[in-house]
C-alpha cells in the first residue's frame, strides 16, 4: 500500500499562484511515474502533469496542453514529496487536486492506470 497526502490548496485570484505538494509513505519502491489530476463538479477526471519518480531517472515529465508553460511539476525523492508549481492561474483551473502514482515504465495520462491515490486538495480561482 501506498499512502499519499496532498497539501497547498486554496483561494486564489486570477493570474495568481499555488504551490501543491504530495507526500508518499508506505511501499513506495514499485513507484515509477508520480502525477496530478484534476476534477470539476460535472466533469471527468482529467491528466494535469506526471514526473518519472525513480531516483535512476532522468525525472522525465508530461504535461497536458491546458496547463504547458504554466504549471511545472518537479520531485524531491529525499522527502518522498512530488510539488506542482502553478502561476497564472485561470477560472477553469478551479477544481479538486489528486496526487497518484503508477508503476509503469511510461508516463500515463489515463488516470484508471493510477493504483494509489490522495484525498484530494480543492483549488478555486476567482475571476
Known amino acids: 500500500q501506498v499512502q499519499l497526502v496532498e497539501s497547498g490548496g486554496g483561494l486564489v485570484q486570477a493570474g495568481g499562484s499555488l504551490r501543491l505538494s504530495c507526500t508518499a509513505?508506505?511501499?513506495t519502491f514499485s513507484t515509477t511515474v508520480m502525477g496530478w489530476?484534476?476534477?470539476a463538479p460535472g466533469k471527468e477526471r482529467e491528466f494535469v502533469a506526471a514526473i518519472s519518480w525513480s531516483s535512476w531517472s532522468d525525472g522525465n515529465t508530461r504535461y497536458a496542453d491546458?496547463?504547458?508553460?504554466?504549471?511545472?511539476i518537479s520531485r524531491d525523492n529525499a522527502k518522498n514529496t512530488?510539488?506542482?508549481?502553478?502561476n497564472n492561474l485561470k477560472p477553469e483551473?478551479?477544481?479538486?487536486?489528486y496526487c497518484a502514482t503508477d508503476r509503469r515504465s511510461y508516463i500515463s495520462t489515463y488516470y484508471p492506470d493510477y493504483d494509489y491515490w490522495g484525498q484530494g486538495t480543492q483549488v478555486t480561482v476567482s475571476s
Open 37 to 39: 489530476f484534476r476534477q
Open 25 to 27: 509513505s508506505g511501499r
Open 82 to 86: 512530488v510539488y506542482l508549481q502553478m
Open 66 to 72: 491546458s496547463v504547458k508553460g504554466r504549471f511545472t
Open 93 to 97: 483551473d478551479t477544481a479538486v487536486y
